[in-house]
């Protein structure tokens, strides 16, 4: 555990391949539930539910960041710039002009409300309050990110960040989701191993609908420079029982699945990475 999240593998990076899960985290701190007007079951659609258990059961030697603090208490996927001046003291609205959708619709980088649930909290929290979860919890995770990726890129000629989260069932369909901010976060053939991957199992997957990809791939992806990110989405409804809320009979298969992924998006990297070498 280094702060609010756990660092899992070598540093530097022992693959190309780094693994982020940033929305899995159930570690509710004290003053979250004084300040919540809602019960605490009201939180879990925000959780990514357990998809940190597939990642870790699916992992080899990737190193992998894991948030252990609530999407609740502050969102990773979202920028600093991102506060809801509804509850957020030191949110100016005048630095805001164009809010995003996610912002306006109480999804900011404090959560004001999830989905069509009522206000979450009890008062507005102070710019000190969220100016201290951004520097104790936002962003150790994204200069660490950063710096793993650095060194991966360092010491393979080129790193992949797979960013996992998961989602809820689709009327699309999909069960997977890749997010590459079409086209801006990686090259497509990352894409395409990882589309091929799902077909191979029989899972209907689609690309950037409805999730492109959010701040994580923002801050980090810089293809240019070779390194590449990509957001993964899951379907719950994958891995947990039928209530959507525990482990169910699919989290085996699901497991199997993220680990031929990783094999595939490795397989990329390194092949890529010898090319460049060559040059």
Known sequence: MDGSFELLGSAPPASPLVLSVPHAGRDYPAALFAALRVPIAALLPLEDRHVDAVALAARGVETMLVQRRPRAWIDLNRSEAERDPRIDEGALPSAQPNQSAKLRGGLGLVPRRTGGSSELWRRRFGADEIAARIAEDYRPYHDRLAGLLAAARARFGIAVLLDVHSMPPLASGAQLVFGDRFGRAAASRFVGRLEAEAMAFG?????????????????????????????????????????????????????????????????????????LAAE
């Open 203 to 275: 899972i209907r997957s689609a690309i950037n609908t409805p999730y492109a990809g959010g701040h994580i791939l923002e801050a980090q992806a810089a293809p240019a420079r070779g390194i590449h990110a990509i957001q993964l989405e899951i379907d719950r409804s994958l891995y947990l029982d039928g209530m959507l809320e525990a482990l169910g009979p699919g989290f085996a298969r699901t497991v199997a699945v993220l680990q031929r992924m990783l094999a595939a998006l490795e397989d990329e990297a390194l092949g890529a990475g010898e090319a």
